[in-house]
Antibody, heavy 115, light 108 residues
Framework: VQMVQSGGGLVQPGGSLRLSCVAS????????LSWVRQAPGKRLEWVSI???????KYTDSVKGRFTISRDNSRNTLYLQMNSLRTEDSAVYYC??????????WGQGTLVTVSS | EIVLTQSPGTLSLSPGERATLSCRAS???????LAWYQRRPGQSPRLLIY???SRATGISDRFSGSGSGTDFTLTISRLESQDFAVYYC?????????FGQGTKLEIK
């Protein structure tokens, strides 16, 4: 069981990035999956969740800018990030919701928003 | 949002000792939806405890969680060298699903 992330990088303020998280060993469409981030010197911050029924939630600071989605055929979770701000710079993790089998996090991907 | 405050910030203990870490919530955690994570240097967080007191798959029984409402505790009995790390609590009962600031467990 693992979650492998890709898609981070350097982007200018106002730009866009899409993060991907490929799951193996479990089905993304039957799990609650979140994106969590950590900026330098700050605590972990939950960003968004997609529930197994397809419903979603976001933290207030990213509402209207970020979109969580999944592709069941690719068993992949995504985070589309638009209108990026410097304060969105962080290491982003995909993570399974806490549960008996929900121990897995991705390896993390660095997003840097800077001009 | 629910603010989680962990204490102490740093805990210095020796291998073989018992560690007690605290997580206090600014308001009650719905359905005791409280998780504990371990984070070793250079690694992603690893889930230890969910639902306040249930161990996740593969987690040693030296790790135990307790508490309800606003006060939660992670106890690690008989510390081993690989236990020295940073520990975080997270509440996932009320969105946004917030984290504590972490407790660093270091070797004395």
């Amino acid at each position: 069981v693992q979650m492998v992330q890709s898609g981070g990088g350097l982007v200018q303020p106002g730009g866009s990035l899409r993060l991907s998280c490929v799951a193996s060993g479990f089905n993304v469409n039957s799990n609650y999956l979140s994106w969590v981030r950590q900026a330098p010197g700050k605590r972990l911050e939950w960003v968004s969740i997609m529930y197994s029924d397809g419903s979603t939630k976001y933290t207030d600071s990213v509402k209207g800018r970020f979109t969580i989605s999944r592709d069941n055929s690719r068993n992949t979770l995504y985070l589309q990030m638009n209108s990026l701000r410097t304060e969105d710079s962080a290491v982003y993790y995909c993570a399974r919701h806490p549960s008996y089998y929900g121990v897995d996090w991705g390896q993390g991907t660095l997003v840097t928003v800077s001009s | 949002e629910i603010v989680l405050t962990q204490s102490p910030g740093t805990l210095s203990l020796s291998p073989g000792e018992r560690a007690t870490l605290s997580c206090r919530a600014s308001q009650g955690v719905s359905s005791n939806s409280l998780a504990w994570y371990q984070r070793r240097p250079g690694q992603s967080p690893r889930l230890l405890i969910y639902a306040a007191s249930s161990r996740a798959t593969g987690i040693s029984d030296r790790f135990s969680g307790s508490g309800s409402g606003t006060d939660f505790t992670l106890t690690i009995s008989r510390l081993e060298s690989q236990d020295f790390a940073v520990y975080y609590c997270q509440q996932y009962g009320t969105s946004p699903y917030t984290f504590g600031q972490g407790t660093k467990l270091e070797i004395k």
